[in-house]
């Protein structure tokens, strides 16, 4: 089964803080995703990379930045927390070429 | 703007009725897929349907596909309280995007409670 961890379940940062959210995975997919999930605006993405360094911008990248230095590891990086980045971050994977992705447990991020 | 959208928002039944929940997006697509949210957790896959193809089933669920409609419906038959979660549609475009990856959209899901 594929395996998809992230960092921490629920995190609280104050306002200004650098935040980095780690997302691993263990079945070597190349597409790796970031989402955040607001109650009634559904799941949107932030970023997702196909290959090692290699990155594209999703629907809201403003306010974030990624790292994929290795092949199972993607990390999302907000670089001066803001309370609209409250929120619930999910972090996925797929292979290439697939539709299906396999998600990870989620990180609720709380910013004051 | 959100390319699937579910009907209905939530949906309240008891255990052993049927659930339907449907979902309606924009644009023409390669596949339509299923998730499933329990309450605080990630998504889990469901189901894949393709463009061409009209109804495809996996255990109790079964969906179907009208692309003339623009829309798909999940049917969950003699659910279970663990049935309990939401449920998310995704649809992924017919353009190829760099690196072989199709962005999939995700609608905004729809709340089922089974009640035992």
């Known amino acids: 089964d594929v395996k998809v961890t992230q960092s921490s379940r629920y995190l609280v940062k104050r306002t200004g803080e650098k935040v980095f959210l780690e997302c691993v995975q263990d079945m070597d997919h190349e597409n790796m995703f970031w989402y955040r999930q607001d109650p009634g605006l559904g799941l949107r993405l932030i970023y997702f990379s196909y290959d090692v360094k290699m990155k594209e911008k999703g629907d809201i990248p403003e306010g974030y930045s990624v790292s994929r230095e290795k092949k199972e590891r993607f990390s999302l990086i907000l670089e001066s927390a803001s309370t609209n980045q409250t929120s619930m971050y999910l972090c996925?994977?797929?292979?290439?070429?697939?539709?299906?992705?396999?998600f990870g447990p989620g990180t609720r991020l709380t910013v004051t | 703007s959100q390319q699937g959208e579910e009907d209905p928002q939530a949906l309240s039944i008891q255990e052993g009725e049927n659930a339907t929940m449907n979902c309606s997006y924009k644009?023409?697509?390669?596949?339509l897929q299923w998730y499933r949210q329990n309450s605080g957790r990630g998504l889990v896959h469901l189901i894949l349907?393709?463009?061409?193809?009209r109804e495809k089933h996996s255990g109790r669920l079964r969906v179907t596909l009208d692309t003339s409609k623009k829309s798909s419906s999940l049917l969950i038959t003699a659910s279970r309280a663990a049935d309990t979660a939401s449920y998310f549609c995704?649809?992924?475009?017919?353009?190829?995007?760099?690196?072989?990856?199709?962005?999939?959209?995700f609608g905004t899901g729809t709340k089922l409670q089974v009640i035992p």
């Open positions: 996925a994977t797929a292979l290439a070429d697939s539709y299906e992705q396999y």
């Open positions: 349907i393709r463009s061409n193809e």
């Open positions: 644009t023409s697509i390669n596949n």
């Open positions: 995704a649809t992924d475009a017919s353009y190829l995007r760099p690196g072989g990856y199709q962005k999939v959209t």
